[in-house]
């Protein structure tokens, strides 16, 4: 098989993890795969080095903030190459420029556009391994960039697209996604196998094992990825295609994400282009607004709902004061403490009443629902944030999520 590893921050911070990692490429490789390598920064090195050009600028220069985060990467990768040639193992490392890793010029957000491959695929040919830089690549100008936080889950999907490889692990501290956060329900299991688009909801509910990019671009190409552990040898959740010749249960998981606020615009003219004077000046703030509820109108006037980011919450509230008199809404609120509660599971589109048996679930519980959305694969609803954990425990309870459950 043709493998590309990753290797995350936990799994490289210091001499003892490193030197751990290389025996799990040694291991790997010597069961006779071909093998690259590609790392994260370790752990904590990305902020420490924002940090230092925080401190000498409030404003630094991005093309420097670039190239100065991506010596983070460059660090393990080298260290990690040194300690697989102490194992007896023929490795080099690479950074970004080095490999052929091409992207825009965006700074702190570049777009891979094409990752050179051609001598990569001959040193796997040949059984050596390359330990590359995640987070990085470089610009047409030859700039050093950085692919935005998390990153180096996308260069490790965009290589072993690039090398054809059969999978990409991706190692780092907990051994898959589970059928929710096993700190509110301790009998949640771990999911065997799971789509790549139920992964995406779960990575958007703020799931952040693995960068949502990565996910998007894998489910392109049909990459499968297996999340996994550096700490133990357990078999984690493999991020595939949809099993369809698998009989789906209709609920795979249950998330949660507690950083939510919502504004709610009252007495608003129920006319064309209010939602477009409510959203622009908030999207020209840069924040992002989720779910969205407008209200049937009652004599031309009309309500609308929606949530934002908690930390976006005082700024949003500003905002829509400032505007309130050019909407004419009658009044503006709010709360931050709603939070949001979604089912998932690709097992939705062929199983009928599903969202049904989620609001009936709530309602026994006597829990208020205050919004809801859908869509083909998951139910979000949002309620008061002090609800969350009954309703995740309930719902998991309900779809037959806990363990000994199902398989
Ligand atoms: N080191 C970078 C970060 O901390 C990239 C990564 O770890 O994926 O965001
Ligand atoms: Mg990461």
Redesign the pocket.
């Known amino acids: 098989m043709r493998i590309v590893q990753k290797f995350?921050?936990t799994s490289m911070s210091g001499v003892a993890r490193i030197k751990e990692t290389a025996r799990i490429v040694r291991d790997e490789y010597h069961r006779g795969h071909q093998i690259a390598v590609v790392v994260?920064?370790m752990s904590g090195?990305?902020?420490r080095l924002l940090t230092l050009a925080q401190d000498i600028s409030d404003c630094p220069c991005e093309r420097e903030v670039d190239a100065l985060?991506a010596t983070?990467?460059q660090a393990s990768a080298t260290l990690l190459a040194m300690e697989l040639d102490h194992l007896g193992i023929d490795a080099f490392s690479l950074n970004g420029a080095q490999l052929g890793m091409r992207t825009s010029g965006a700074f702190g957000r570049a777009k891979i556009d094409h990752v050179d491959a051609n001598h990569l695929i001959a040193a796997m040919d040949a059984g050596r391994i390359a330990v590359i830089t995640?987070?990085q690549g470089v610009d047409i100008d030859g700039n050093i960039t950085t692919l935005g936080?998390?990153?180096?889950?996308t260069s490790a999907v965009a290589i072993a697209i690039a090398v054809r490889a059969d999978v990409c692990d991706i190692y780092t501290d907990v051994d898959g996604i589970y059928t929710t956060d096993p700190r509110i329900v301790p009998n949640a299991h771990k999911i065997k196998q799971i789509s790549y688009e139920e992964m995406l909801e779960f990575a958007s509910l703020g799931a952040k094992v693995l960068?949502t990019r990565s996910v998007g671009l894998a489910m392109k190409y049909g990459m499968p990825i297996h999340l996994r552990s550096s700490f133990n040898n357990i078999t984690g959740s493999m991020v595939c295609r949809e099993d369809t010749s698998m009989e789906k249960a209709s609920v795979t998981g249950v998330a949660y994400n507690r950083n939510e606020a919502k504004v709610t615009l009252q007495g608003i003219p129920d006319q064309p282009g209010i939602a477009a004077g409510i959203f622009n000046p908030i999207a020209k703030a840069d924040i992002n607004v989720d779910v969205i509820v407008q209200n049937i109108s009652a004599h031309g006037m009309t309500d609308i709902t929606f949530t934002v980011e908690r930390e976006d919450y005082r700024k949003t509230m500003e905002i829509m004061h400032q505007h309130c008199a050019d909407l004419k809404a009658s009044h503006v609120a709010g709360s931050d403490d709603v939070a949001k509660v979604s089912i998932i599971g690709v097992g939705m589109k062929s199983h009928a009443g599903v969202a049904q048996t989620m609001f009936q679930i709530l309602a026994d519980a006597g829990v208020n629902i205050e919004m809801i959305t859908t869509s083909e694969i998951k139910v979000t609803v949002v309620l008061g944030e002090a609800d969350v954990d009954r309703a995740v425990r309930l719902l998991h309870t309900a779809f037959d999520l806990d363990e000994g459950d199902n398989a």
């Not at 936080?149 to 889950?153: N, P, T, V, W």
């Open positions: 995350g921050g994260s920064a090195e990305t902020n985060l983070g990467e995640g987070f936080r998390g990153g180096s889950d960068q």
